[in-house]
């Protein structure tokens, strides 16, 4: 969308987000919904596919701790399959735990064509890191119990009875419904000396990412933003500094400075009353990499 932006268009994405929101406020619907892939669920055996489903969230996790061998693992927001999993157990993490609200067909035909596409991957991307003979795509993940755990509850609502050398997520800070209860759930998983690490997308999705203005989602006032998205799981539109925040209140420790990216343009005057008052600089921030211990 060039130029100035069409208000004929923006009603018309409203409607049509409130329309979809509704429908999934509806019991059958919601079911139905939920056994769809999301995105990234067709395996296409490409690299790059590859790369951003399965090998992203291990090069992460290498790049702040060094190595993950011998250590337990809890992913937050895994999505449709294990990949991340898989892969940070071929690399040698001792467990791995997936938690996510909305789980996935992690043990489904589609998921063992992107376990296989994984193995046979593997030499090539990783060639100096051979394949464990104990884990096998077809038998994963059902096959390793002692190994894999799914818990299919949001990360606000966990009881934080395990503990793990460290806690990750990726694209999903986002989308937590209670800031506060996520930064606290993590303090809670970690062990003494244990690392947090998330990366956040603070910019715009679905629809919203066609404006030219990426402030374009932060005009509406909340109760719109809620009739639009509050069963959908869409972004919870909390800013880099409130994220600090929370962190900071849960008695986490920053471990690194927040490694950033920021937009071009921020445009404060449009944006709803709760967001002109926040710091610009927060505003500006575009995704964030938080690495906090405990």
Not at 75 to 87: N, V
Not at 164 to 182: I, K, M, N, R, Y
Request: with cysteine.
């Amino acid at each position: 969308m060039n130029g100035p932006i069409s208000f004929a268009r923006l009603a018309q994405d409203v409607v049509l987000q409130v329309a979809k929101n509704t429908a999934m406020g509806v019991p059958v619907v919601r079911s139905w919904r939920l056994r769809r892939p999301r995105a990234g669920a067709a395996f296409d055996g490409k690299p790059e596919s590859l790369e951003r489903f399965a090998f992203l969230g291990l090069r992460a996790l290498w790049a702040v701790v060094g190595d993950v061998r011998g250590l337990r693992i809890a992913e937050i927001g895994p999505g449709d399959y294990l990949t991340s999993g898989l892969a940070l157990l071929a690399a040698g993490a001792k467990t791995y735990t997936a938690i996510d609200r909305f789980p996935g067909a992690y043990g489904g035909p589609e998921a063992k064509s992107w376990y296989r596409g994984i193995r046979d991957a593997w030499p090539r991307t990783f060639p100096d890191r051979a394949w464990p003979d104990d884990l096998e795509p077809e038998a994963f993940p059902e096959s390793y119990p002692h190994r894999v755990e799914t818990i299919a509850r949001p990360i606000e609502a966990i009881a934080a009875e395990e503990r793990f050398d460290l806690v990750c997520s990726f694209q999903v800070g986002e989308h937590v419904t209670d800031l506060h209860a996520f930064a606290r759930v993590n303090a809670k998983l970690l062990v003494p000396g244990g690392t947090a690490i998330h990366r956040v997308d603070f910019g715009p999705h679905d629809c919203w990412c066609r404006y030219d203005d990426p402030m374009t989602f932060l005009r509406f006032p909340e109760w719109l933003w809620r009739l639009m998205g509050s069963h959908r799981g869409t972004p919870n539109r909390f800013r880099h500094h409130e994220f600090l925040e929370a962190f900071d209140r849960a008695g986490l420790t920053p471990r690194r400075p927040p490694l950033t990216d920021a937009f071009d343009v921020v445009r404060p005057a449009h944006l709803a009353r709760r967001f002109k008052e926040m710091p610009v600089e927060s505003l500006r921030v575009q995704s964030a990499i938080y690495v906090y211990g405990r």
